[in-house]
Antibody
Framework: QLQLQESGPGLVKPSETLSLTCSVS??????????WGWIRQPPGKGLEWIGI???????FYNPSLKSRVTISVDASNNQFSLKLSSVTAADTAVYYC?????????????WGQGTLVTVSS | QSALTQPRSVSGSPGQSVTISCTGT?????????VSWYQQHPDKPPKLIIY???KRPSGVPDRFSGSKSDNTASLTISGLQTEDEGDYYC???????????FGGGTKLTVV
């Protein structure tokens, strides 16, 4: 059974960079059938697609976040990561890592449990 | 690009049917047969229940069905059960610049 687990600091200061890692178990990240990505959900609000990465390193980002987002992959350790720079309180959210089907359709079939990241001084 | 439009809330009684709408534009919902639906219970990650407008992943009951007409997609839940209560989100492919957008979510109450 595929499992995804987010890890990283739960508190980030304004203007700093949010960094999260997703560890994948029960399957290889180096598969041609899927992308690996990040989706976030501010407390009490809806879902926002952040972006995805293919195991080869190709990335696709939400245009509204593109200038601040970097998603990278470490296939040797079956992990991928998210960096979001210059964070503000508006970036406070539960961040989910997930597996998305290829081609890009929005179909996301496995999700991590999510990790709350609070932006505050 | 704006989020897809969903009703804030819907309700139904056990055994009844409810339909949740998801309205977009010709650049997203209307332009592609790539609408997916997610069910989310409190403090849990979303769960995929419909993809490619009307396909159900393995293990999802056939009480859940999806459809689309022009720029509006719909999720119908028949034979409502108390465990269906939760939040439902639609999602659509939105082209090679925007990629993926979600709806604002609909809270389903089973009373």
């Amino acid at each position: 059974q595929l499992q995804l687990q987010e890890s990283g600091p739960g508190l980030v200061k304004p203007s700093e960079t949010l960094s999260l890692t997703c560890s994948v178990s029960g399957g290889s990240i180096s598969t041609s059938s899927y992308y690996w990505g990040w989706i976030r959900q501010p407390p009490g609000k809806g879902l926002e697609w952040i972006g995805i990465i293919y195991y080869s390193g190709s990335t696709f980002y939400n245009p509204s976040l593109k200038s601040r987002v970097t998603i990278s992959v470490d296939a040797s350790n079956n992990q991928f990561s998210l960096k979001l720079s210059s964070v503000t309180a508006a970036d406070t959210a539960v961040y989910y890592c997930a597996r998305a089907r290829r081609p890009i359709t929005g179909t996301t079939d496995y999700w991590g449990q999510g990790t709350l990241v609070t932006v505050s001084s | 690009q704006s989020a897809l439009t969903q009703p804030r809330s819907v309700s139904g009684s056990p055994g009844q049917s409810v339909t949740i709408s998801c309205t977009g534009t010709s650049s997203d919902v209307g332009g592609y047969n790539y609408v997916s639906w997610y069910q989310q219970h409190p403090d849990k990650p979303p769960k995929l229940i419909i993809y490619d407008v009307n396909k159900r992943p393995s293990g999802v009951p056939d009480r859940f069905s999806g459809s689309k007409s022009d720029n509006t997609a719909s999720l119908t839940i028949s034979g409502l059960q108390t465990e269906d209560e939760g939040d439902y989100y639609c999602c659509s492919f939105a082209g090679s610049s925007t990629f993926v957008i979600f709806g604002g979510g609909t809270k389903l109450t089973v009373v």
